[in-house]
């Protein structure tokens, strides 16, 4: 992972904008590991899916039914809850640059025909961060659908991109501070070009704040719409957020497809289930570490979790 800012200097930057184990990412360098930002994690919470072969939601699994490694150790599930039982918390994160200025319309009907269809009156809520030249919230945790939708047609496109920037505004300042912290599924839906160039933030710091924020990231490139061939810079961007928390990228051909996109992500987010363990032993030396979650007993499924989190440093 790539050197993270001080606590200090994270702070006044965000002030500013108003399953197998794989490897992890780059690590800080050595002059600056010991002020990288970190939470403390007394449990760490798991949102993941589960599908067969051909790409079938397995549902109906329990909690024994489920084995979660941490490195070599295999820990003791202390809450679970499957399929869409959690209220949701869900971030919309919309690029309102120049660069998608052409397509902006069908990309805002087709986020508030998602926000529709997925949100349950009373029990989830969302909320609308806008970035282009700055990362801004529209509208703040709402389970309004109304307010959800006027703030999306409210959007107009101009100007550069600071996605990774809205990235951390949306994981640090809103969504990490829903208490409590555990009675919650959290989500992200990001769409844009994925090609930043005005955050103060770098990828792996915005990957961080989402990882503390038990954040599941969903991607839609836009590249895709515009007749473009092949995976863009920007697209590698995507996957890299949606890869590391378990989360899908999705590649529309054209706008027509961008609903589709939705929907698979509504799918997505009903058959999810959620666990949350304590980290037996507790590392708090900063360094990453790698889970693995599978069920034993069916070794065909396919299990999309996020890969790992970065240990507390006390």
Do not use: C, W
């Not at 009373?122 to 919230?137: P, Q």
């Not at 038990?214 to 839609?220: A, Q």
């Amino acid at each position: 992972m790539k050197p993270l800012l001080s606590v200090a200097l994270l702070a006044a930057s965000l002030g500013a904008l108003t399953a197998q184990a794989p490897s992890p990412p780059a690590k800080p360098s050595e002059d600056t590991q010991e002020t990288r930002f970190t939470s403390d994690v007394n449990r760490v919470s798991l949102q993941f899916t589960v599908t067969d072969r051909r790409g079938r939601f397995v549902t109906g699994l329990g909690k024994d039914d489920f084995l979660v490694r941490e490195g070599r150790n295999t820990q003791k599930v202390l809450l679970f809850s499957s399929e869409s039982e959690l209220p949701l918390r869900l971030a919309i994160l919309i690029d309102s640059s120049n660069s998608i200025r052409d397509r902006f319309r069908v990309i805002q009907e087709a986020a508030i025909e998602f926000i529709n269809s997925v949100m349950r009156p009373g029990r989830d809520k969302a909320i609308v961060v806008s970035f282009d030249t700055a990362a801004e919230v529209q509208v703040d945790l709402t389970d309004d659908k109304d307010k959800l939708a006027r703030s999306i047609r409210d959007l107009r496109a101009g100007g550069g991109t600071t996605m990774y920037d809205a990235i951390a505004l949306a994981s640090r300042d809103k969504l990490m501070k829903e208490l409590p912290r555990y009675g919650y599924r959290y989500a992200m839906v990001i769409l844009s070009d994925g090609d930043d160039n005005q955050s103060r933030l770098s990828r792996d710091q915005a990957l961080e704040f989402a990882q503390m924020a038990d954040v599941v990231i969903y991607t839609i490139s836009t590249n895709s719409v515009t007749g473009g061939k092949g995976e863009t810079d920007g697209d590698k961007v995507l996957k890299y957020f949606s890869t590391e928390t378990g989360g899908l990228t999705f590649y529309p051909f054209k706008v027509e497809d961008l609903s589709q996109s939705f929907e698979n992500i509504a799918n997505e987010l009903r058959h999810q289930y959620s666990i949350a363990y304590r980290p037996e032993p507790l590392k708090t030396d900063g360094s990453y570490q790698t889970i693995e979650v599978r069920v034993p007993t069916q070794g065909n499924l396919i299990i999309r979790a996020r890969r790992g989190y970065y240990a507390p440093r006390f």
